[in-house]
């Protein structure tokens, strides 16, 4: 398996709105395992498509402790929506920062499974945050969309100071 690059805010290819899935076949699945392989590694609970530069409509999800429930959502679709939640939320395209959004606590997704089986789902607790989160992703928007100007703005400098540090840091003289 291979670790893919995921995009940082505020790489504009995070604001391309992702294609449908025509066909799930095994290099789809090397993609998933990928995906997985690169959230697993990052710490992460939830990765979109397109956070790794792959602009088709995929998601993986593993929000359980162990690591032993993996979600994969091909061709995700929210087809309901119930009570409301707030809940701190961090994102791996953008490390190190973390705010309060406020989402669905209920969804219904409609999606495909690894297989290309139709499947429809009730999700609920930190799943239906982290579903709704990746599905932003893949219709181009962040979760930092969700918050104020000022607050967005204090991210691109906190994010451009760190990389800054990086590249000055790993400069040999």
Do not use: W
Request: charged content about 30%.
């Amino acid at each position: 398996m291979t670790i893919l690059r995921i995009l940082e805010f505020p790489d504009p290819k995070l604001r391309i709105k992702a294609v449908p899935i025509e066909t799930v076949d095994d290099s789809l699945r090397v993609i998933i395992d990928n995906m997985f392989e690169t959230m697993y590694e990052a710490l992460g609970i939830g990765l979109a498509a397109t956070q790794v530069d792959f602009h088709k409509r995929l998601l993986v999800a593993d929000v359980s402790s162990e690591k032993d429930d993996p979600y994969v959502l091909i061709n995700p679709r929210i087809i309901e929506k119930d009570g409301s939640k707030v809940s701190e939320e961090g994102c791996l395209s953008v490390p190190g920062y973390f705010d309060s959004v406020k989402r669905a606590e209920t969804v219904r997704v409609s999606f495909l499974d690894r297989g290309g089986n139709q499947q429809e789902e009730e999700m609920t607790g930190m799943l239906a945050v982290c579903v709704q989160h990746e599905i932003d992703h893949l219709d181009g928007k962040l979760f930092v969309d969700y918050l104020s100007e000022t607050k967005r703005q204090k991210v691109r400098k906190k994010l451009h100071k760190q990389k800054r540090v990086q590249s000055d840091s790993s400069m040999v003289l």
